[in-house]
């Protein structure tokens, strides 16, 4: 039967992988990723450095295929969830073809996720559909990851929680939709398609903020978030035009009074 790794490889850095990560990268005889374009070519390019500095240059084999297109600006959270299961149903496919086209029957694949793959990632789910379709049988296991969460805590040497205390782990859209998460003091957001906290009417929140963490683009700014807003915001749109694209995630945090 085949085999298909999962592989959380962190926010960046090729040093953030795990001993458990490098292992599974030695026994696997082919990689699957995803082309999303010219614009995000630097996150194959940064896939390519980790598998580089861990197998040698040339020791492995990547396959890749075009990244299935997907409705980004859906009009109301109905439309966004049927967006998402349409783009989730055509990658599967994508990603049966992939398997059964480009593993041997014994063989061994990984899919190199970003942080970790049980964070606002969709590879579990896709393979659970390709399981479901029934064309093809594989053993999935599943090595976490560092998250971007653990890199913007260690960059800006915080604990993310007051003592007793939770956190919340939100979405940029749902921080815009629903405002900043009642009975709540420490919020990370992932996902903020733009800057959704400038428009929260909370004074009193301080902001930690990365971008590009672990890379050699990385990017920090902190501060209480009314203050440096505008130079997040500035710094973020000037990256992405730089770049084509942006990774980034911030904790907001309620200031005590």
């Known amino acids: 039967m085949r085999t298909i790794l999962v592989v959380g490889i962190g926010a960046g850095d ?4 795990t001993l458990q990560a490098v292992r599974a990268l030695g026994r696997t005889e082919v990689f699957f990723t995803l082309d999303k374009g010219e614009a ?3 996150l194959v390019a940064l896939r390519r450095e980790i598998l ?3 197998l040698g240059a040339g020791g492995y084999r990547l396959v890749e295929a075009a990244d299935p297109r997907r409705d980004r600006k859906p009009a109301d959270t109905a439309a966004y969830d049927a967006a998402v299961d349409d783009w989730h149903a055509r990658r599967a496919e994508l990603y049966e073809r992939m398997i059964i086209e480009e593993l041997s029957d014994e063989g061994c694949g990984a899919f190199l996720v970003w942080g970790d793959p049980s964070l606002y990632d969709s590879t579990l789910r896709i393979l659970d559909r390709v399981t479901a379709r029934g064309h093809v049988e594989f ?3 599943v090595i976490p990851g560092i998250t971007s969460v653990q890199a913007l805590a260690a ?3 915080l604990v993310l929680n007051r003592v007793g205390g939770p956190v919340t782990i939100t979405t940029g859209r749902r921080l815009a939709t629903e405002g900043f998460p009642p009975g709540v003091d420490d919020a990370v957001v992932m996902l903020d ?3 959704a906290f ?4 909370e004074p009193d929140l301080d902001i930690y903020w990365g971008a590009y963490l672990g890379t050699d683009d990385e990017m920090l700014i902190h501060g209480r978030a009314a203050d440096v807003g505008e130079t997040i915001a500035r710094t973020r749109a000037d990256a992405r035009r730089r770049k084509g694209w942006i990774m ?3 904790l907001l945090r309620r200031a005590r009074r």
């Open 14 to 17: 090729p040093d953030q992988l």
């Open 40 to 42: 995000a070519a630097d």
């Open 52 to 54: 580089d500095r861990h």
């Open 139 to 141: 053993d999935l296991q």
């Open 155 to 157: 960059r800006h040497r």
């Open 193 to 195: 398609a733009g800057t």
């Open 198 to 201: 400038r428009d929260l009417d």
């Open 248 to 250: 980034d995630i911030y």
